[in-house]
């Protein structure tokens, strides 16, 4: 459950519009509503039953605003320096392709109301920054999510997403440590491969 949670609100900050007044750290997240609620009004129960066309919508508003390189160094960590460049290309694709697959399906039952950006520490003082919310849950509880962004080249994106604390690059990380010590990096890559080519199902009745 908080792992579905943790990439379902990372997709949702992900729709952010990319234009150059909203490009803040608060910017980015605050336009996800607006930005995925359009893309999904109407069409709810059309992507629960077509969810292959729900995946380039996603991929439509995520692509350009995910640091898929800098999300997937951090999740290798110590492995990314060992990783070929080849290696390296294919983790951050089939890691990108798996979230968006897996997780398609949460994005659609996501309403406008469970979303609340809490007040900012103020302007940006570096080239990491969070930007804290809470989410409304289904029992009624919220909970704490910070998006985590990087600045490069003068364009903030998401790459981690931490509910009540917990990372989900330090999730995956930890996953991934495991796997590739007991089987090694090639073998890790082509189950992940495998995983992220698989039909997934798609999508959960509210």
């Known amino acids: 459950?908080?792992?579905?949670?943790?990439?379902?609100?990372?997709?949702?900050?992900?729709?952010?519009?990319?234009?150059?007044?909203?490009?803040?750290?608060?910017?980015?997240?605050?336009?996800?509503?607006?930005?995925m609620l359009?893309?999904?009004?109407?069409?709810?129960?059309?992507?629960?039953?077509?969810?292959?066309?729900?995946y380039p919508v996603i991929d439509s508003v995520l692509l350009p605003r995910f640091d898929r390189t800098f999300a997937g160094q951090q999740v290798l960590k110590k492995h990314w320096r060992t990783a070929t460049p080849e290696q390296r290309e294919r983790f951050i694709d089939a890691f990108y392709q798996l979230l968006m697959k897996n997780y398609a399906g949460r994005v659609v039952d996501f309403r406008e109301d469970q979303l609340r950006i809490l007040p900012s520490r103020g302007e940006p003082s570096g080239p990491i920054e969070k930007v804290a919310t809470e989410v409304k849950l289904d029992d009624g509880t919220s909970a704490r999510v910070d998006y985590v962004l990087?600045?490069?080249?003068?364009?903030?994106?998401?790459?981690?997403?931490?509910?009540?604390g917990?990372?989900?690059?330090?999730?995956?990380?930890?996953?991934?440590?495991?796997?590739?010590?007991?089987?090694?990096?090639?073998?890790?890559?082509?189950?992940?491969?495998?995983?992220?080519?698989?039909?997934q199902p798609c999508c959960a009745e509210t």
Do not use: C
């Not at 490009?23 to 996800?32: E, L």
């Not at 990087?150 to 903030?156: H, P």
């Open 150 to 164: 990087r600045q490069k080249d003068g364009v903030w994106r998401v790459f981690d997403v931490s509910v009540e």
């Open 166 to 199: 917990v990372s989900y690059v330090v999730s995956y990380r930890e996953e991934f440590n495991a796997e590739i010590a007991e089987k090694g990096l090639e073998a890790t890559l082509k189950r992940l491969e495998a995983d992220a080519a698989k039909e």
């Open 1 to 35: 459950m908080l792992r579905k949670l943790l990439v379902t609100v990372l997709w949702f900050a992900l729709a952010a519009a990319a234009i150059a007044t909203e490009n803040t750290p608060v910017g980015v997240v605050q336009s996800a509503s607006d930005e």
């Open 38 to 54: 359009a893309a999904l009004e109407g069409k709810r129960e059309y992507y629960r039953e077509h969810p292959d066309e729900l």
